[in-house]
């Protein structure tokens, strides 16, 4: 609520200049949407066998998955970044080390003079080391309100990503869980990303207006986003 009342007299343009950010684990038969069938109701076998045919296998267990980093403003965006793990780190996962070498390489090209970047509040985004990259870039980072994936219009990027690549790339339905579909998996993800409307991200950073006055009359509390 209290960042909502800070932010409210944000015009679009303002929000505009912002470059939303964050990480995203794509799995292996996650995200795909429901296709709902309708059949006429009917006497006998022969309705129920129908019925039969027509029901979606989901898999169960964990499966293949990977995670990403991304970043767009408006008109703007970075390419979809696969994470890999830190070989230095005791477990080998992504570290603030990690994240700092994509800062590196992806950001620069969608950050100008006036804009804000946007993070969450994941231990790696706080690291002395990046705090101290953008500090030494002259970087603005938005301060932001835990538990707030409403508020970031990225998240429902994710969605839809995961949802269309399913759509552009029918041969992940129920490819096997191995390390070729793990690599599939990766290419279908990066392919999908590039074949998201400009026209879309801009959409969603122009609800930011109505996302804020929401928080503030849901009172800090849930919101449609």
Known sequence: MNWAQRHRLFTY??????????????QLGKGQKLDWVFIRGGKGQHTRRLGYELVQARRCGKQK?????????????TSLVPMDGDPEAPRGGVTARVY???????LPPI??????FMQDNAPIHKAHIIRDWFISRGI??????????????????????KAKMYVLHPELVGAPNNAETLDLLIRCAIDTWDRVGED?????????????KAVIDAEGWYTKY
Do not use: H
């Open 100 to 106: 700092q070498g994509i800062l590196d390489r992806y």
């Open 140 to 161: 603005d980072i938005m301060d932001w309100p835990p538990y707030s994936p409403d508020l970031n219009p990225i998240e429902n990027l994710w969605a839809l990503l």
């Open 111 to 116: 950050m100008g003079f006036g804009n804000i």
């Open 13 to 26: 343009l303002n929000w505009r200049r912002v470059r939303w950010s964050d990480e995203c684990s794509i």
């Open 65 to 77: 998955s990977k995670m990403f980093w991304a970043a767009f403003g408006y008109g703007v965006r």
């Open 200 to 212: 879309l991200m801009n959409r969603l950073i122009d609800t930011m207006e109505r996302r804020v």
